[in-house]
């Protein structure tokens, strides 16, 4: 396609004025600008924060300061596997000591080429907002636990670990990697009429997000607990043109070009300046609001 060389009065229009009316259009219940912008400063600073720590080790500390500073009792735990070791990091959050569990996670290791920002401290810096949130306002029907997996990159030994070693079967894991920019939820969900993926649907709406929800999903911790017949979902935030192109390079094809997501993580690439806080601010009140309709549609003991 031939590059303009000026800006012809259709691209003014749609550059500055169909932004200016897509805002208009925000549903009447979307976040208040505030509350948008606190949570994605937030995010943004707990994402620079791992990126600047470097190792495993330096991540899961940055991780633990974060739940120390909310007074969330964290614990970790070593696990081996071959000649590798790693330290998985766990806190309560919420809720009544019999409810039901539902565990949130995300990997906290990442690759050695770039600095993870994406992969994974995206998906870490999402599970500390939902930590935060869901200590200060509990769920009614389950109590609430946060994961931070290491050595995902390895093979989900974390996960895995977690799931061998007598961790306790939740009710549901919710997986979140690669949560960093776009306009789409994107859910892997194994089963369809998992009433959370209807929730999430409700939420997406609600939210003035797009959600696409089903089974084709790249390798990640969701994995360790399916193999164990425990349920877990996962959800990342990506552009939604994306998906059907992330899929394809996971199935061995070569798609017509790269999305966004290959060209950055596990590269060079995975720093701070790809994603975008306030877009993930956007999907986390979603993600929120999803957890709470499915925490309402269990029926009380
Ligand atoms: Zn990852």
């Known amino acids: ?11 003014l229009l749609s550059c500055l004025l169909l932004p ?3 805002m208009a259009e925000q549903p009447a219940n979307a976040p ?3 509350a948008l912008r606190a949570t994605a400063e937030t995010w943004q600073a707990d994402v620079a924060a791992m990126t600047a720590a470097g190792d495993s080790a330096a991540r899961r500390a940055v991780l633990r300061q974060r739940l120390d500073a909310r007074a969330l009792p964290s614990l970790e735990t070593a696990f081996s596997n071959e000649d590798l070791h790693g330290r998985n990091l766990l806190a309560t959050v919420s809720g009544a000591p019999g409810a039901p569990l539902l ?3 995300a990997h906290l290791d990442k690759v050695d ?6 992969d994974n401290a995206s998906g870490s810096a999402t599970v500390l907002e939902l930590a935060r949130r869901f200590q200060q306002r509990p769920l009614a029907r389950h109590r609430v636990a946060v994961a931070f997996w290491d050595l995902e990159e390895k093979g989900l030994l974390g996960a895995r670990a977690y799931v061998a070693d007598g961790g306790e079967k939740p009710a549901l894991y919710v997986n979140f990697d690669v949560f960093g920019w776009g306009d789409t939820l994107w859910m892997m969900v194994p089963d369809a009429a998992h009433p959370l993926r209807a929730a999430s649907d409700a939420a997406a709406r609600e939210t003035g997000i797009a959600l696409s929800a089903g089974d084709k999903y790249p390798p990640t911790d969701h994995l360790a607990f399916l193999k164990a017949g425990w349920p877990a979902v996962s959800y990342s935030l990506v552009g939604g043109d994306e998906i059907p192109l992330i899929l394809q390079v996971f199935a061995q094809q070569t798609p017509e070009r790269m999305p966004k997501v290959m060209r950055v993580i596990h590269s060079d690439a995975d720093t ?5 806080a306030t877009a993930v601010s956007r999907g986390i009140d979603a993600v929120e609001a999803a957890l709470r309709r499915w925490d309402a549609t269990v029926p009380t003991p």
Do not use: K
Request: hydrophobic residues 55%; negative net charge.
């Open 1 to 11: 396609m031939p590059a303009l060389r000026r800006p012809c009065a259709a691209l």
């Open 20 to 22: 200016l009316l897509a």
């Open 32 to 34: 208040a600008g505030d």
């Open 103 to 105: 565990l949130i996670g």
């Open 113 to 118: 080429a770039g600095l993870g920002a994406t």
């Open 272 to 276: 701070l300046d790809e994603v975008d």
